[in-house]
């Protein structure tokens, strides 16, 4: 602002005062604006936190991913001479590694004679430890796992795989049975359900202690399960994986094998892209019409105020103070509905994790407030920029005439 003796500098709190009151003033007209950018607002907070915790969700449902974030470390048996062992030092280099939840070392016969009474199923045979079931997607359907306790006493218990409990017992129960597995008696504590692969509905599995005291060419571990925190690491997972166990048996490198499934990891990430792309595509579509909401309301606002406008440049206020007068008004509306949108947006995300029963990072959600706050205010500015361009080159006689 200034006057005729000479220009008055317009404080900052002045112009934030006046520019506030002007919007209170004219609400009604910005309200419809202010509702899409916070919507769009709201929208990015929920879908940019929820989706990362979504992701990891998705990541821990096995049955989804196809156990695509499972690797199988293996000795491939058509190289040449080589000592096909792993070691339990092996298993414990591998725990120690980042992102990695479960490392299971695994013992096995291809094929076995089960007993019961009078019934008889060829099966597979496995040793395993507690740390198996969480590299599966099968889950305990009745009675328990396999337990630490029983790899460390070599407990004679078995846990039975589906087609196993069908042919072995039919519709009888058998919790606490006893199996013969080859020529040795096993007592039945737990039978799979959920997703079993074939291999695992037609096996009987054991403390790996138990099958490699109990049974010929089972001393030796040949396999090691795997199973990888997030989907978006396990190409590296298994690179180091690798790295880890060339480096333990080296001479006989050439051999190991890691198992895994490309084409699964990319199944995965280009669904979950495609709808990210999609829910941001349209929050953006949301925003920018926000966007063009409010370079019309203050273009109304120019034309409203035209004669005003006139009136103060022949009183002398420069062309920067009416530009930055405009456009601060363009900037508190963006902003302030980024606020309400925030807000809206954090008591959503709230809400969705106690239906959804899902943990949320606190620095992701901090981020996506910052982002989405930060988005308004570059909105305010661009939204803003012609109509204060257009208030500021106004010719104060042309204005004053206008009706």
């Given at each position: 602002m200034s006057g005729i003796g000479g220009e008055i500098p317009l404080k900052f709190e002045d112009l934030i005062t006046m520019c506030w009151r002007l919007v209170l003033r004219n609400r009604r007209r910005y309200k419809a604006v202010m509702a899409g950018i916070a919507f769009g607002t709201a929208g990015f907070i929920v879908i940019q936190t929820m989706g990362d915790s979504v992701e990891h969700k998705i990541n821990a449902n096995l049955e989804l991913l196809g156990e695509a974030t499972i690797l199988k470390a293996y000795w491939d048996e058509e190289e040449q001479y080589h000592p096909g062992q792993f070691y339990m030092r092996d298993v414990a280099r591998l725990r120690r590694l980042s992102n990695l939840s479960a490392v299971a070392p695994v013992v096995s016969l291809q094929l076995i004679s089960a007993?019961?009474?009078?019934?008889?199923?060829?099966?597979?045979?496995?040793?395993?430890?507690?740390?198996?079931?969480?590299?599966?997607?099968?889950?305990?359907?009745?009675?328990?796992?396999?337990?630490?306790?029983?790899?460390?006493?070599?407990?004679?218990?078995?846990?039975?795989?589906?087609?196993?409990?069908?042919?072995?017992?039919?519709?009888?129960?058998?919790?606490?049975?006893?199996?013969?597995?080859?020529?040795?008696?096993?007592?039945?504590?737990?039978?799979?359900?959920?997703?079993?692969?074939?291999?695992?509905?037609?096996?009987?599995f054991m403390p790996i202690n138990t099958a490699q005291n109990l049974f010929e060419g089972l001393h030796w571990i040949r396999e090691i399960y795997i199973r990888v925190d997030d989907w978006s690491r396990v190409e590296w997972a298994r690179q180091q994986v690798l790295e880890l166990l060339k480096n333990a048996h080296v001479g006989y490198d050439h051999s190991i094998?890691?198992?895994?499934?490309?084409?699964?990891?990319?199944?995965?990430?280009?669904?979950?892209?495609?709808?990210?792309?999609?829910?941001?595509?349209?929050l953006v579509v949301t925003l920018i019409l926000g966007g063009i909401g409010i370079t019309n309301v203050m273009l109304a606002a120019v034309q409203d105020r035209t004669q005003e406008i006139g009136l103060r440049k022949a009183l002398g206020a420069k062309e920067e103070i009416i530009l930055l007068q405009f456009l601060t008004e363009s900037v508190l509306i963006s902003v302030l509905a980024g606020v309400f949108g925030g807000g809206a947006g954090l008591v959503i995300v709230q809400v969705l994790k106690t239906v959804l029963e899902i943990s949320v990072s606190f620095a992701v959600m901090t981020g996506s407030v910052v982002v989405g706050l930060a988005f308004t205010l570059l909105l305010g500015i661009l939204s803003g920029l012609y109509p204060s361009m257009r208030a500021s080159r106004l010719d104060p006689v042309e204005a004053m005439k206008f009706e």
């Open positions: 007993h019961h009474r009078a019934m008889e199923y060829k099966c597979r045979l496995y040793g395993v430890d507690d740390a198996f079931w969480r590299t599966q997607t099968a889950t305990i359907a009745r009675g328990r796992l396999i337990s630490p306790s029983d790899v460390v006493a070599r407990k004679k218990v078995c846990v039975l795989g589906s087609d196993v409990v069908k042919y072995l017992f039919g519709e009888d129960d058998p919790l606490d049975k006893v199996v013969r597995v080859g020529n040795l008696s096993f007592r039945v504590i737990g039978i799979l359900g959920g997703m079993q692969q074939s291999d695992i509905r037609s096996a009987v094998r890691i198992q895994h499934y490309p084409e699964r990891i990319k199944k995965v990430q280009a669904t979950v892209y495609v709808v990210k792309l999609f829910i941001y595509s349209s």
